[in-house]
């Protein structure tokens, strides 16, 4: 695969997962509209960080005067960009898969790439929380040893 094909791929699985993301909810019926604010609080994140996803083309508000106005497909995309985030993606990975969100061909073969992009970062993930793990138990064991060895010189009155 070239990374054209990588690139289509990645539009294509933000474009499936958006769509997943942008069902009517109930509370934000199609045709809602977000400020800043609202969606600043809803996903506990800085109005300094909204802007710079916008100035990074992430989400598109439209503008009244000074105001910021997202809708329900910004919203869908904020937490794409979030969700990304948490799994390991950089905001240009993210980018890429969100940046030709309205194409909607759906190919096999693009899907595919997309989702062994997906299990490549589970196996990053994966082997991280091994190392962490590991990195706890080390740091447990050595903790007992030290607190073992603090009772001991306590005990015998040394400092």
Do not use: C, W
């Not at 499936?16 to 993301?21: E, P, Q, R, S, Y």
């Not at 005067?65 to 869908?76: N, Q, V």
């Amino acid at each position: 695969m070239t990374s054209r094909d990588d690139s289509a791929a990645e539009a294509t699985i933000g474009a499936a997962i958006a769509d997943k993301l942008d069902v009517d909810d109930g509370l934000h019926p199609r045709g809602s509209l977000f400020t800043i604010g609202d969606l600043s609080r809803e996903f506990d994140v800085t109005l300094r960080t909204l802007r710079f996803y916008e100035d990074k083309g992430l989400v598109n508000p439209k503008r009244e005067g000074l105001a910021r106005l997202y809708s329900r497909r910004d919203r869908a995309r904020l937490k794409l960009v979030l969700m990304g985030k948490r799994v390991g993606f950089s905001l240009t990975e993210i980018k890429g898969m969100l940046d030709l969100y309205d194409l909607r061909d759906g190919q096999v073969a693009q899907l595919e790439v997309a989702l062994g992009r997906f299990n490549e970062q589970i196996s990053v993930l994966e082997r991280q929380k091994k190392d962490i793990e590991q990195a706890l138990s080390e740091l447990k064991r050595t903790t007992a040893v030290v607190s073992g060895l603090l009772k001991e010189k306590q005990a015998h009155g040394q400092k």
